[in-house]
T-cell receptor, first 111, second 117 residues
């Protein structure tokens, strides 16, 4: 079945460091890909998305490119801030329209 | 942007009682709503999908009689945890989607923390 695999956390970085969170997927057809962010005690917020191969989603300095050849959608940010500390979820929508989530990666940014 | 609310945000109840959680789309009509469950430091697990005016579709392993879902209008879905037990303690999150198809964005509520004593 369709699935999403993320790098395990927690990821701990210093402020202004470069961030990469790896995400790979398995899916039939042509899924849309998403990154969601969850701050402590809150629901999920859509961070960015890409709906077809080679699309780049971007928001708040975060970027991810839909790579069909490597079935990946890695999240990157050039310079993280303490306020970026949260749990990040990679997800896809399958042909049935359901969101399939990865296991989440906790990011902790230290001053 | 589209806003989804949940009520209550936190609830503590005694074992054996029932708890109702509401999910509302505030500024759009949600033809489909989803209910998820999240355990600490884990991912979201889809429990069920509900379409307005029809019965919910439950994921495998989710007890229909325990987790009652009603989607009576285009802006409201409710999840009732019946005869709650401590193992039902979890973070419940709903999402809403305005149209059909896999590319329509789901908007998430802020979640409800259920603690069963």
């Amino acid at each position: 079945g369709d699935s999403v695999t993320q790098m395990e956390g927690p990821v701990t970085l210093s402020e202004e460091a470069f961030l990469t969170i790896n995400c790979t997927y398995t899916a039939t057809g042509y899924p849309s890909l998403f990154w969601y962010v969850q701050y402590p005690g809150e629901g999920l917020q859509l961070l960015l998305k890409a709906t077809k191969a080679d699309d780049k989603g971007s928001n708040k300095g975060f970027e991810a490119t839909y790579r069909k050849e490597t079935t990946s959608f890695h999240l990157e940010k050039g310079s993280v801030q303490v306020s970026d500390s949260a749990v990040y979820f990679c997800a896809l929508t399958n042909q049935g329209g359901k969101l399939i989530f990865g296991q989440g990666t906790e990011l902790s940014v230290k001053p | 942007g589209a806003v989804v609310s949940q009520h209550p945000s936190r609830v503590i109840c005694k074992s054996g009682t029932s708890v109702k959680i509401e999910c509302r789309s505030l500024d759009f009509q949600a033809t489909t709503m989803f209910w998820y469950r999240q355990f600490p430091k884990q991912s979201l697990m889809l429990m069920a999908t509900s379409n307005e005016g029809s019965k919910a579709t439950y994921e495998q392993g989710v007890e229909k009689d325990k987790f009652l879902i009603n989607h009576a209008s285009l802006t409201l879905s409710t999840l009732t945890v019946t005869s709650a037990h401590p193992e039902d303690s979890s973070f419940y999150i709903c999402s809403a989607r305005s149209g059909g198809g896999s590319y329509n964005e789901q908007f998430f509520g802020p979640g409800t923390r259920l603690t069963v004593l």
